[in-house]
Structures are given as C-alpha cells and as structure tokens.
C-alpha cells in the first residue's frame, strides 16, 4: 500500500493556489463524458453532487433514505466555523488552521487544514447565497457565537438547526441539478460493494431497499461521503441508519482505513434512561456558556438537588480547570465527567449523569433572557426526561458523537485506491485526534462545494481508462459476491434478533473502547469481538425475504460490517501507545489524569490494510511534520 | 390568454377564483337583504316602489342578473372541480380520525353552499317566476298595488305564511350565516390579504358579517309568522 | 404499562392491507413511541414473524422519517412533537392506540406504515432553491438581511418534510408544505430573481402529484411539529396571485 500525500511543496499559505494552477484540469466540453458516482447525500455528497453537475459531470448520487434532504447532517446543531473575522476579534485563516491543528491534537495533516481554513470563507458566502437563513444582528449582519476551544467567535448558525438549513441549501443545489437532469438521484439505495477494474474505482453493486434488487452501477470515479460509523457503538448521538458499510467495503476492496480508534465523546448528552435506549440525543455544546457542572461531594449521596447545600456540592471542571472551566474542550470534559463516576458521585438512574445547572444564569439573567438562548433545547430535554431545566438541574453524560477516523485520502481527497476518493466525515484528514465543534460542517462543505469538483478533474485529466461498463465481468463477480452475503444473512435463520447482537457489541466498544481505554481492556476486545462475530454467523435471526423492504436485513448487513471494523478499531487504539485527543489509554496520563502524548513514536496516522476476514490487517503509516504549528501539549488549566 | 387557463385551472387558482366570486354573491346577498328589509317601512308602498324601480332599469337589471349568475356558477364549478380532486387526494380513509383546530363553519362549507344554492333556485321559483302559488290560505291578498305595481309586499307575506316554507327559510338563512362567517376570513387568506396588522379585524369579520346576515333575513319570515306583518287585502 | 395496538399490516405496494391487532406489554413511560415499537417488534421477531415496518432515523425530531398517525392524529397527541419524540408517559395503562400510515394519493404505501413521499422532492425540484452556482456567490454581507425577515425566513425554513400536514389536512393538501418554501424564498433578497417562475412551477408540480387544494381548515399547522403556521398558505396564495396576474 502506498501512502503519498501529493501535498504540494512551497508555503503552507500558497498550496492551495499553487496545486489549483499546476493541476491538470479536464475542459469543460469533455467534462460531460465523465460520469461520477456519489455515495451519500449529506453537506458533502450533497454539494460535491450538486457542483459537479454544474461544471457539466454526470453524476448518480446515492443515499439509503427516502429523500436526501434527511442525511444526517440534518441533525447538527451548534454551528459551523469560518475565518470571516466579522466580529473583528483578530480571527483570520492562519489562526482557524493553528486552532484546528492544536485542537486535533497534532494528529492531522497541516496542508489540508489550511485549505479548510481558506476555502471556509467562501462557504458561508455560498450559503447565504443560497437563502439560508443564519442568525443576525439587527443591523442585518451576520451574527457568530463562540464555542468551545476557540478564543475568538467564528461560528455562523441558525439557532438551534444550523446542519439543517446547510443540508436543506445543498439539498436545494442538488435538486436544481436533478430537474436539470445532470445528476440522477437514487433514494432508497445501499451501497454493498466497490467495483474495481484495473485497480481503479469504476463502479459499486447497490441494493435497491424497496425491491432488493442488487443493482450495478459503472462510473468513471467514485465518490464516497457516507458519513461516519459512531455506531459501532450502538448507542451514538448519530442517527440509527449510520453505517460503516460503504467505508468498510472499501476498506475490503484494498483502501487503507486511517485512525479508526479516533472517535469523539461529546460532553453533553441525555443520560441512557434504561436498556431500551436506541438512541442517545445530544444536548448542544452552548449549554455550557451558561451552565455550570457539578456532582455531590460525596459518592452515593442521593437527595434532591435542590436538597444539597452550596457546600457539598462539587463543581469539578472549575475546580481542574480555572480557566477554561466549563468550557474545556469536548475529549476533557469527557474525561473528567466518567471520572467522577467510576468515583460513585454520579447522579440519577445507574449513577452514571453529572448536573448541569443554569440556576445562577437565570438568577442571573433573568428566566426570559435564558429561554431566548435556549428555549428549544430546554423544551426538548422535557419532552425526552420530563424534568423541567428552568427548576431542577439538567443530568447529562458523554455520548459517542463524531468519528475523526475514516478511510485515508491524499491531498486530492483520493483514496489510495485510484478514482476512489473520500469526502466529508467519513475521510480522515482533517480534524486529526479531536473535532473542534462546528468544524465538521464546515470540512464537509468545504471538501464537496471547493476542493474535490477541482482535485477529481486532475484524476480524469491523468488517468484515460476508457469506457467502462457494467457488463465487465468485475461487476458480474462483485455482484455474486454481494447476493451470496445477502442469501448467507438470509439463511442462517437463528435464535437472537440483530439488534441483540448489535447491543453487545455496543456494549464491548463502549467499555474497552470508549473514553478510557486500557491495553488489558483492548486485548479482552480483540477476543469478544471475533467470538460473538462468530455467533452472529450461526445464531442471527433476519426474518422476511430479500425480495421486498427488509428492515432486518438492511440492519444485519449493517451490523455484520460493525462487528469486522469494531475488531480493526481495538486493534488501532491498542497499537497507539499514547494519549491524544479522543483516545485515551489509562497507562499514559499524568498523575492529574492529563492525556501524554507520544510525538515521537506516534506523529504519524496509523493507516490499516484489510488482509482477509479473521486475519490482521497491515498497519503502515503517515507521518505528520509540523512546520507551521509547533508541537505542544494541549493545555487548559 | 393561455395564462388565464392555467390560472383557473390551477388549485390556487380555482380557489382565488371561488373567493372573488364569493365576495361577489356577499355583496348581493347583503344589497338583497337591504332591499328586502324595506319591507318594515310600515307600508307596502316602499318595496313595492323599489321592486318596480329594479324592474324599471330593463336591460341594465339584466346586466347585474347575468353578472350574478356567472359569479355563482363560476364559484360552484369551481366548487365541484376542487370537491372532485380532494376527494381523489385521499383515497383510502383512516380508520381513526381526529378534527384538531378546524372551526366549525369550515367543516359543513360544502353542505352550507348547497343549502343556500337550494335557497337562490327555490328564490327564483317562488318569487321571480312566480310559479309557487301566491296565495295559498285564501286571503285574497291584491296581486297589485293601487299605481298598477306587482305588490311584492304581498308575495313575500304570503311566500312567508307558511310556518314550513319559512322554518326552512330560517334554517337556511343560519347556515347561510355559517358559510360566510368561515367564507370570510377564508377570503382573506385566499387573496393573501392576511398581515399581522389587521389580523385582529379580520378575525372579527366573518362572525360580524354573518350575524348581521342571519338577523337581517331571519327578521322578515319571523315578522310575518308572528303577524307583525300582514297582507293587504285586494 | 400494558397496550392493545391496531396496526395497519401492508405487505407490499400493490397488495391489500388490514388493522392487525398486537398486544405490548412491559411498556415503560420512559420510552419513546418508536422505542415502545422497537420492543414489540423484538417479540414478533422471536417468534419468526416480520416486524412491523416503519420510517424511521433520527429520533430527535429533525430528519422527518418518521411518519405514523397515532389515534387519528399524526405524529400523536403532543403538540409541535414528531412521532419519535413522543414518549410513552404521555398513554396510560390499558390503552387502545390506533398506528397507521399517512394517508394520500401522493403518498402510496410502500409497507406496513411506510410511505413513497417523493413528490416532495419532485415540488422541491421545480424550484424550491435559489440558481446559484458553487462560486459566483458574492461576499456574504454584500446584502444585508434585516433580522425580522431573517428569523422569519428561518421559522419558515425550519419544516423538516415530513408530510403530517398532508395526512391531517381534510384534503390531502400540500400547501403548508409548499408555502413554507416559497414564503422562506421569495422574503429574501436571494428569492427576488426567481420568484414568479418558482411560485408557478411549485403549484403545478402539486397539483400534478395529486395533492388536494386548500380550504382553510388550519388542521395542518396543528400537526406540524415544527409549528409552520398558515400564514405561510396566504403568503403563497399572494405569491401565487401576483405572478399570474404581472
Ligand atoms: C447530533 C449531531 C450534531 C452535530 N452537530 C454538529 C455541529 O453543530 N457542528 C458541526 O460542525 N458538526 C456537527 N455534527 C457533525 C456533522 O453533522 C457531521 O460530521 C457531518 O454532517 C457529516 O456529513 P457527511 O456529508 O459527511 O455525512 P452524512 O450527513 O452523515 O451523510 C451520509 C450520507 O451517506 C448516505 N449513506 C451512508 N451509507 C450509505 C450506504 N451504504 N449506501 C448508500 N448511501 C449511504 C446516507 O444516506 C447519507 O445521505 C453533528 C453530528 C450529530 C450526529
Ligand atoms: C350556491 C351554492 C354554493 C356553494 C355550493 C358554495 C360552496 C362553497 C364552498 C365549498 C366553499 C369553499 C370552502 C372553504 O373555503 O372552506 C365556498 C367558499 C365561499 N363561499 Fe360559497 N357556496 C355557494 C354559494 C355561496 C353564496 C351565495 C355566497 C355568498 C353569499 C358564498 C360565499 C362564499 C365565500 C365568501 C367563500 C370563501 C372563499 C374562500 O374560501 O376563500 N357562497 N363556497
Ligand atoms: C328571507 C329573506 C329573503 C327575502 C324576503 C327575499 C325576497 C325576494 C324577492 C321578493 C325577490 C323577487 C324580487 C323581484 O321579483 O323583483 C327575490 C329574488 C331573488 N332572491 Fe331573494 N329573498 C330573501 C333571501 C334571499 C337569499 C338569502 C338569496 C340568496 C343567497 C336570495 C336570492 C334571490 C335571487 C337570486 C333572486 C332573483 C333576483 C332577480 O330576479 O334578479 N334571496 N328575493
Ligand atoms: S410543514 Fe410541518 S407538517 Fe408539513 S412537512 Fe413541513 S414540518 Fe412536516
Ligand atoms: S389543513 Fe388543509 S385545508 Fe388548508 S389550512 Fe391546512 S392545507
Ligand atoms: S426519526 Fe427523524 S424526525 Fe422522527
């Protein structure tokens, strides 16, 4: 497996220009001989779909919901960054990309976070362009919050919903593109299985969900943006249909997969009420401006907490952390919120919540004043726990939320694989160790609307493969392949029902592989995984045929390729012996319990080669210099 | 003019058509109502003159005749053209439904709009073509006032004799009174009239409107039945 | 908590259906409505039958999956609340719930409680945007947006299509749906280009896909769990009437 970067040479301020220039481009007349295969609709499948059809490539978008305007980018909340210095607080591009860089932990690659950070300007112009509707000031300007981790306020939203009004802009872009015949969408599709010719990305095997059809499609590039795979941890704040699947099959077709073990907890979520639970909901991180966490001093103590007095009570990320306090990034205040209770002073069912109280806020600004800034978020913490935030303190724990892992690209945002590239969250490249918030929209934006409807003309400009169509005999293997899986999952008939398999693996990833991990935890997954792997093969239970809408079908599918990359994913964060953004290893902290980084066995991305079902995969590497943001560890006391 | 086509054809369309036409039918049921209550001047003289004077106009009454009518065949087509598609946009029923907020007056428009449609045909039989006979009890009522004039004091004391014809009357008028007090706020929201300034008035007008239309044409069947009115003897 | 269901069974697109009749017990008030579904199809799973289907993805309110009219209201009892974030403790012990598909031409079942609401992307293709192409936009505070017009064009924004208006409007109406786009469109600056053309080809799209018209009943924003309001539905009727008649 070779792992180039193509980051071009020359100031990390000029790459950008520089490789635009220097790229083979393909004009515009010939553009229309090239058809291009998306996977995913979300802010990057979306865009990227919707700009390339404008410059005149034809293009299959795919996606498994009933429309794209529902991939989960709908879900975000908080914001999406962009260095516009609006507020005039001294932001610029070079301080997004320092911010970024330091934020990830030293874990990501310089050249591609700074053409995040430039290209992000252009993002916010195209959305307001677009009519969406971002919060102003009264003057009619643009208004920015801040969020956690930056020191200057660069964050564009729209209220509570800003991933919606970016998806619904994208979406709207994409439509345009359909009426105009330039993209063909097809909804309801899963992809099952890459196809390669020659060693280059020609083409995928889809099922349709509604008449499992395995369907064949040939393109001359194609283009994943399936999103992220939280859940592998079954309970994720990412929406229940997140899969691995399109990544992973990659993944089984020779694309080294980059840092699966880098994965964020976000610090504020609604508690798991019972074992029920599908889901966890995320309570947006601007809570934290205005509430202040704290546990009973003492373990085990029990009473209302309007019952225990000022002085028992313990406001835990003050007391660790004078400065930043509430505010400290996502990965450490994680960290610290399990930590207080594996001490016993967790709060409500299972102990396992710690308080977030707006008490003194509305004392001290009014209940009016809070409702306006939160209005929405204390209305859907009601309906979901029926306790009312403006009287007794929100109980929150951290949730498995965003992947930094992903398959590996170049600066090109291809894959190793030819012609196959990666955009949006399900690439590795930008975010490093750990997200900064409001940073994902803002890379999947950037990666579908400005960088890769460049970069994929210079693989189409340089690699002429010729028509390929379906009826090479690449696809009529691939799609036997992917019958005999489907037909197998059919088969087996079993006694437990897919989601009990999914749970315990659920169960194993969040406790081996969850906020603190430790290699005798890792080792104890790399047994329990492969075991129960091998019971879902003999004991699964997927009940219907393959014939019609098979929602049991859709999920075995999907937790069949969890219960493989979960394997990948203990084995990554065993091998990386440090502690770093959201990977934490109990055996590398200090005695504080700060993560230790080991820059110099492990300032690299680990990259895995898959090596068949039940062997190791290869771990090769890219290392990460550091010439524009010098290492230093992340400090927030 | 293909863009009028279009437009008719459209449900948007159909429906702003269904509101310009139903101002219309207002305007003459309360213009119609006006010259009906003449009829409490305390002399038949009055209606009568104001009879004649509609008859005097010739071709001009003609003119706001048909105007009437292709406002209220305009308004029932319209009528019968979106009742046909949005019984065709739900074709399997549920098996539980549930109103949430839909006034009242919105839920029997259809039924409503028939009532008064019966009301304005057997208006035409009884009074104008004058089939239904003017003097069921006997009374020997006049059929003409003293200047030679069709005595409609008569006709409509007599139409109104009946407690049956005019019990109907007042239900009808009660219904009537219900699809305008929906008809108008709807037609302002139709006509995309509705802003946040006047929306306070707007809500008032139609229980406002169709109060006024009941009373009024309730006043004249109860007047007669309770004798306050009486036929003049020929 | 125990629950007689009725649920409306439908194997496939062209096949008839019926209510079939499910007991759920071990019901907790915690759980959400599709949890309490989750755990009933479990049991139907264990014993070798097909599950009931249903659209489902977020549970959070925001994608618009999720699609059952519950006791003849869609999205349930609760006011400005999706079908996923109901929760149980808002039924007692013993209840009869009612759980079927939305209902309208446009809206074919596919199975059981799923439907095909692709007509909406085909109303939103006819111009639910704004043409601009990735690049020529210019500099985002070129044109300044006063904030009223920008939080109404949010709220209008904010509907997440998911069709509870259509399967409660007396007429199979979509016209809260389309209004909502096209009054978030045509009160921005952005919108002014393509305003007439955007308002016509999104009416005719509608009434081509079989929707019903508006009579004003107002039931669609009751269900709406993004609270779109009907004066959305005048705005369009404006939007509508202007562009015919200019
Ligand atoms: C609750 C929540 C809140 C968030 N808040 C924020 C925030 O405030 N700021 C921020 O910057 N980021 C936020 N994020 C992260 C951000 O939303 C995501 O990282 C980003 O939207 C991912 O976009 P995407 O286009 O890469 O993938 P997605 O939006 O996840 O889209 C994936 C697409 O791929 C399709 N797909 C997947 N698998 C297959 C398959 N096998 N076959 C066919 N199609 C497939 C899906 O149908 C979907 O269309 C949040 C995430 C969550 C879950
Ligand atoms: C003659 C038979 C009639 C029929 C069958 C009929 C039927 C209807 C129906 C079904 C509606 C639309 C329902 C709704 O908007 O909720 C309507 C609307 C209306 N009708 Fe009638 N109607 C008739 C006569 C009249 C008359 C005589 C008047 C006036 C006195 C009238 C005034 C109105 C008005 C003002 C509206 C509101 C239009 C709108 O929805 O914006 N109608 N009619
Ligand atoms: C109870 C109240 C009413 C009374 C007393 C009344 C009386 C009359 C009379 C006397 C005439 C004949 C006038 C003439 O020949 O010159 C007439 C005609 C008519 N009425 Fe009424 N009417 C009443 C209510 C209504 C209503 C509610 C409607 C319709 C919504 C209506 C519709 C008509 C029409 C269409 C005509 C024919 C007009 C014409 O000849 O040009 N009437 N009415
Ligand atoms: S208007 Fe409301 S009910 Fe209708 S699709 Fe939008 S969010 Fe759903
Ligand atoms: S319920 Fe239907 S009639 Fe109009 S106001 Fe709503 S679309
Ligand atoms: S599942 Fe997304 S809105 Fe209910």
Redesign the interface.
């Known amino acids: 497996m070779k792992l180039e970067s193509k980051v071009p040479s020359g100031d990390i301020a000029q790459k950008w220009d520089k490789h635009r220039f220097e790229m083979k481009l393909v004009n515009p007349a010939n553009k229309r001989k090239f058809r291009v295969i998306v996977v995913g609709s979300g802010l990057a499948g979306a865009?990227a779909s919707?700009?390339m059809a404008?410059l005149g490539y034809d293009v299959d978008c795919f996606c498994y919901?009933?429309?794209?305007?529902?991939a989960?980018s709908?879900?975000a909340q908080g914001g999406i960054n962009a260095a516009?210095n609006?507020q005039n607080d001294g932001d610029s591009v070079y301080r997004l990309f320092y911010d970024t860089v330091k934020g990830g932990d030293f874990r990501s690659r310089e050249a591609n976070v700074y053409r995040l950070a430039q290209v992000s300007t252009?993002i916010?112009?195209?959305c307001?362009?677009?009519?969406?509707?971002?919060?102003?000031?009264?003057?009619?300007?643009?208004a920015n919050r801040s969020f956690g981790g930056a020191q200057v306020s660069r964050t564009f939203y729209?209220?509570g919903?800003t991933g919606?009004?970016l998806l619904?802009g994208a979406?709207?872009?994409l439509?345009?593109q359909?009426?105009a015949g330039k993209v063909n969408?097809h909804?309801r599709y899963e992809m099952l299985d890459l196809v390669l010719v020659d060693g280059h990305a020609k083409g995928i095997i889809a099922r349709n969900l509604?008449t499992g059809e395995v369907t064949r499609h040939a393109a001359d590039a194609v283009v994943l943006a399936s999103g992220g795979y939280g859940n592998v941890f079954y309970l994720s704040t990412n929406?229940?249909?997140c899969n691995v699947t399109a990544s992973y099959r990659a993944h089984k077709r020779g694309a080294g997969f980059a840092n699966p073990c880098y994965t964020q907890i976000h610090p504020t979520c609604i508690p798991v009420?019972?074992d029920?639970?599908?889901?966890l909901?995320?309570m947006s991180e601007s809570l934290r401006n205005d509430g202040r966490v704290w546990v009973p001093t003492k373990a085990g103590d029990d009473r209302l907490p309007r019952d225990i007095p000022e002085a028992e009570r313990d406001y835990y990320l003050e007391r660790r952390y004078p400065s930043f306090g509430n505010l400290v990034p996502r990965d450490v205040a994680s960290r610290a919120a399990k930590h207080e209770c594996d001490e016993g002073r967790g709060v409500g069912p299972g102990g396992r919540g710690v308080y977030l109280d707006f008490r003194d806020s509305i004392n001290r600004l009014g209940e009016q004043a809070v409702r306006e800034r939160y209005g929405n978020l204390f209305q859907?913490y009601e309906?979901?726990t029926?306790d009312n935030p403006y009287q007794t303190p929100m109980r929150i724990y951290p949730a498995v939320h965003y992947t930094m892992g992903g398959l590996w690209v170049d600066y090109n945002l291809m894959s190793n694989i030819p012609g196959l590239h990666v955009i949006g969250e399900a690439n590795f490249s930008d975010h490093g160790a750990n997200r900064l918030g409001a940073s994902a929209l803002m890379q999947g934006l950037a990666d579908g609307?400005?960088v890769l409807?460049y970069t994929i003309g210079q693989y189409f400009a340089s690699h002429d493969q010729g028509e390929v169509t379906t009826e090479h005999q690449a696809f009529a293997d691939a799609e036997n392949e992917t019958n005999e899986r489907v037909n197998k999952l059919l088969s087996i008939q079993g006694?437990r029902?897919v989601?009990?398999f999914h749970r315990e693996l659920g169960k194993i990833m969040w406790e081996q592989c969850g906020m603190e991990r430790t290699a005798e935890g890792l080792n104890k997954a790399l047994k329990d995984i492969p075991a129960l792997r091998a019971e879902f093969y003999e004991n699964v239970?997927v009940?219907?045929a393959g014939d019609?809408?098979n929602?049991?079908l859709e999920k075995a599918g999907r937790v069949a390729d969890f219960l493989e990359f979960g394997e990948t994913f203990a084995r990554d964060a065993l091998t990386r012996e440090e502690s770093c953004g959201g990977h934490f290893r109990a055996e590398h902290q200090t005695p504080e319990g700060e993560a230790v980084r080991n820059d110099e066995d492990f300032c690299h991305a680990a990259v895995w080669e898959y090596q068949g079902m039940n062997k190791e995969p290869i771990r090769h590497t890219e290392n990460m210099e550091f010439e524009n943001v010098k290492l230093a560890t992340r400090s927030y006391k | 003019m293909a863009w009028f086509t279009n437009f008719a054809r459209s449900t948007v369309g159909a429906k702003i058509i269904m509101a310009v036409t139903g101002l219309g039918l207002v305007g003459f049921v309360l213009a119609h109502m006006a010259g009906n209550l003449l009829i409490f001047t305390g002399t038949p003289d009055t209606i009568n003159a104001y009879a004649q004077g509609l008859k005097d106009l010739g071709p001009l009454l003609w003119v706001a005749r048909i105007g009437l009518i292709v406002f209220a065949v305009l308004h029932i087509t319209s009528f019968l053209r979106l009742n046909a598609r949005n019984s065709a946009a739900r074709p399997q029923g549920y098996a539980q439904t549930k109103w949430q907020q839909a006034p009242v007056a919105s839920r029997y428009m259809r039924l409503s709009g028939i009532v008064v449609f019966a009301v304005i045909v057997y208006q035409l039989l009884h009074f104008t073509a004058g089939v239904v006979t003017v003097d069921p009890d006997g009374l020997r009522l006049a059929t003409e006032d003293a200047l030679g004039r069709h005595h409609v004091y008569n006709m409509v004391v007599s139409g109104f004799a009946n407690p049956i014809v005019s019990g109907a009357y007042i239900i009808a008028m009660v219904l009537l009174g219900l699809h305008i007090n929906h008809g108008a706020s709807s037609v302002f929201q139709t006509l995309g009239l509705k802003n946040s300034k006047y929306n306070g008035l707007i809500e008032k007008l139609g229980p406002g409107l169709s109060a006024l239309i009941v009373i009024g044409n309730c006043s004249i069947p109860v007047a007669v039945l309770s004798g306050l009115i009486k036929g003049v003897q020929g | 908590m125990k629950l007689k269901l009725h649920v409306w069974r439908q194997k496939d697109r062209n096949s008839p259906g019926q209510m079939v009749s499910y007991d759920a017990d071990h019901v907790s008030p915690d759980m959400s409505f599709l949890e309490m579904l989750d755990v009933v199809n479990q049991d139907l799973i264990n014993k070798g039958d097909e599950p009931i289907h249903f659209d489902h993805d977020c549970r959070e309110g925001i994608c618009g999956m999720c699609s059952l009219v519950i006791n003849g209201t869609p999205h349930g009892p609760e006011r400005s609340t999706t079908t996923c974030q109901l929760h149980m403790r808002k039924f007692n012990d013993g209840d009869e719930i009612y759980i079927e598909p939305w209902r309208a031409k446009a809206f074919p079942v596919i199975k059981d409680l799923m439907v095909d609401r692709s007509s909406f992307d085909r109303i939103i293709q006819e111009g639910g945007y704004i043409s601009v192409n990735t690049g020529n936009a210019p500099d985002a505070h070129a044109i300044p947006i006063g904030k009223p017009i920008a939080d109404e064009a949010f709220e209008a924004a904010a509907c997440i299509g998911c069709g509870a208006c259509v399967a409660s409007c007396k007429n199979a109406s979509a016209m809260l749906f389309v209004s909502a786009k096209v009054a978030q469109l045509s009160m921005l600056p952005q919108g002014q280009a393509e305003r007439k053309s955007r308002v016509q080809n999104m009416v005719n799209q509608m009434d081509e896909e079989g929707f019903g018209s508006c009579t004003n009943h107002g039931e669609c924003e009751a269900v709406c769990p993004k609270d779109i309001k009907v004066k959305y539905i005048a705005e369009l009727n404006k939007e509508y009437r202007n562009a015919s008649f200019s």
């Open positions: 865009s919707a700009t404008e919901q009933d429309s794209p305007r529902r989960h709908i879900a516009k609006y252009n916010i112009d195209q307001v362009a677009q009519g969406v509707p971002f919060a102003r000031e009264y003057g009619g300007y643009l729209a209220r919903q919606q009004q619904l979406y709207g872009a439509s345009r359909i009426k969408m909804t509604l929406a229940m249909g009420s019972g029920h639970q599908s889901k909901t995320l859907m309906r979901i029926d609307y400005f409807p006694k029902s989601d009990s239970n009940t219907g019609n809408v929602m049991e």
